[in-house]
């Protein structure tokens, strides 16, 4: 019954391993991990596959950085060489034009900010917040400078 339920759970969407330990738990199942393996054996689970789909969507949809996405795999027990790997497939001309868009409506947001050092602060901590590195936005920041 709980394996179904999974099964089903798994079908609809990308899960990884930690995920549904996690439910499996609070289900109370006895033996969780077995119902997890058997998921992996099976198929249902991937956690490389999963790994991929989250890099991709949260870079795309959600305009996340890679260092983001990075932690957030990390977090869920995802294998360091199948982050690795999902990192390096994301579109990186697309992730620069999603970090230009995040980086210009950040800058129209703050342009009413009169003190400079203020201003830089609140720019740099929203984009490493989403992920971004301190090079990337510094870069960017000295582009798009008007002072």
Not at 96 to 116: F, G, M, P, V, Y
Request: aromatic share 6%; with cysteine; charged share 35%.
């Amino acid at each position: 019954m709980i394996l179904n339920r999974m099964r089903r759970l798994c079908n609809r969407g990308e899960r990884c391993r930690s995920d549904i330990l996690r439910k499996v738990v609070a289900l109370g199942t006895p033996e969780p991990e077995s119902v997890v393996e058997q998921l992996v054996s099976e198929g249902y689970i991937d956690d490389a596959r999963y790994a991929r789909a989250f890099a991709r969507d949260k870079s795309s949809l959600q305009g996340w950085g890679k260092v983001k996405i990075r932690v957030d795999l990390q977090r869920k027990g995802i294998e360091e060489s199948a982050i690795t790997a999902a990192l390096s497939e994301i579109d990186s001309e697309a992730a620069e034009k999603k970090l230009q868009k995040l980086a210009l409506a950040k800058l129209r947001q703050l342009r009413n900010e009169s003190d400079t050092n203020v201003h830089k602060a609140k720019f740099l901590r929203y984009l490493m917040g989403r992920g971004y590195t301190y090079d990337e936005i510094v870069e960017i920041y000295d582009d798009n400078r008007t002072d």
